[in-house]
């Protein structure tokens, strides 16, 4: 056997790719019946940051039904996610800054979490089901109350739900008996979209406040009122010809945002005078996706994936056309999602249609001298460098053949887990993922 180089090497017609389970401190896959194209991680009070194996993790998913009425939103509990154990030293730890040594080294390698029979390595999933009018064309948690759940409806509407019942019920299973779908009333109906959309964001500074674009390329600012409802208005933002595709709020001030369009362009917004305060021309193709970086220390950073496979960096203290400060070529086709890690400030993951879904970290640069140590006390065969793939490329992800048959296809959005250090999220046409790569 040998290592699969993507964008290199070329599967003939008698070969298959095979995973390598060694590279994964854990690998689950599940589904909700219909696909779910977008979903998200649902904050929990089980932990601030958490490491050591069993894991235990919520979400919400809208499905892509084939009828309308068909279509649900799922509110899901994963429990008992079980993966390899790593010795304390062997946890990143951002503060201290200190590197181990040798006899450390020695102390962190993986060991298996024991585990007395097959059956307490099986993760168990615990769901309710709301219908919903049109298929989910993407959803979003409340960072502050993650029972409130943002939806773009397929049907041209955004609505807004509380759904404390329901996950108070899956995180203590205290309706078993009940049906796992039922009706509920959102909170809001807001149609003031002329048009279906996928740009959606919550503020992560100001509750509540939250953002809606539409394929028309109009943007609609939602302000929270007492009584759990919001104002929308008739106020917009106008300032892209093509469909808004994505919207991010700044970390770090609480009236800006930024958008990306069909127009090729990413923008910078103040809500204060609702207008884009910096256009930029950022890719050649649609700009698909944008991810801003909430780590404190990188807040400047902003990243971009486009209809063409490309993504860039870029630093938002000068930014302006072709200043991008880092770009990559890798994905042969076009990128579905991007996201910074929450806990590296350097580390992002990109999901593109190419059925790859890799992590990078952008402040890597290849190290002659240190390779050329490496070739001196392994040999240059051990050592060799990969060919013709980025130094930043530090994982690449296409699902497991032998959990999904033909491994994860169509992939449409990744999420780092904010409290689960290292743990990922992915949603395709078949399924979804949960994995930790062993080298993060």
Not at 72 to 92: C, E, F, M, Q, Y
Not at 160 to 184: E, I, P
Not at 347 to 369: F, G, H, M, P
Not at 402 to 431: C, F, N, R, Y
Request: proline letters at 6%; glycine letters at 6%.
């Amino acid at each position: 056997s040998q290592v699969w180089r993507p964008g290199v090497d070329t599967l003939e017609k008698d070969e298959e790719l095979q995973f390598d389970p060694s590279t994964y401190d854990c690998l689950h896959a599940f589904h909700l019946g219909w696909p779910c194209l977008s979903f998200d991680i649902v904050r929990d009070t089980l932990g601030a940051l958490r490491h050591e194996f069993p894991h235990t993790m919520f979400c919400v998913a809208g499905t892509q039904a084939d009828a309308s009425t068909s279509n649900t939103i799922a509110i899901v509990k994963l429990s008992n996610l079980t993966g390899k154990k790593r010795s304390p030293n062997a946890v990143p730890n951002d503060e201290s800054g200190s590197e181990s040594d040798d006899s450390e080294d020695e102390q962190d390698q993986e060991t298996p979490t024991p585990a007395p029979d097959e059956s307490s390595k099986i993760p168990k999933l615990e769901e309710r089901m709301v219908p919903h009018q049109g298929c989910v064309n993407r959803i979003r948690s409340m960072p502050q109350q993650p029972h409130i759940v943002a939806s773009w409806s397929a049907e041209g509407f955004v609505q807004m739900w509380d759904f404390s019942s329901q996950l108070n019920a899956v995180a203590t299973n205290n309706d078993a008996g009940s049906s796992k779908r039922t009706s509920h009333p959102p909170l809001q109906i807001c149609k003031a979209h002329k048009d279906e959309g996928f740009a959606m964001d919550w503020s992560p500074m100001t509750p509540g406040r939250f953002l809606s674009g539409d394929c028309k390329g109009v943007i609609h600012f939602w302000e929270p009122m007492p009584g759990g409802r919001w104002n929308v208005g008739n106020a917009h933002c106008l300032g892209h010809s093509g469909s808004v595709e994505d919207l991010q709020w700044s970390p770090s001030e609480e009236n800006v945002f930024a958008s990306c369009s069909v127009d090729k362009t990413i923008g910078i917004w103040d809500l204060r005078s609702r207008r884009k305060e910096l256009s930029v021309k950022a890719h050649d193709t649609d700009v698909n996706v944008i991810s801003w970086n909430k780590n404190k220390s990188a807040s400047c950073l902003l990243a971009s994936g486009s209809d063409n496979g490309l993504f860039r960096v870029w630093d938002l203290r000068a930014f302006k056309e072709d200043s991008a400060v880092a770009h990559f070529t890798h994905h042969s086709s076009y990128i579905t999602s991007i996201e910074w890690s929450p806990h590296e400030e350097s580390t992002l993951a990109v999901a593109s249609a190419d059925n790859q879904l890799t992590i990078w970290d952008v402040a890597l640069e290849r190290d002659t001298e240190e390779e050329a140590q490496y070739q001196m006390e392994l040999g240059q065969e051990q050592a060799a460098a990969p060919e013709n793939l980025p130094a930043q490329l530090l994982f690449v992800h296409q699902a497991s053949w032998e959990l999904l048959g033909s491994g994860q296809k169509d992939m449409k959005e990744v999420h780092w887990h904010p409290q689960i250090h290292g743990l990922l999220v992915s949603t395709a046409g078949d399924g979804f993922n949960v994995f930790r790569p062993c080298n993060l």
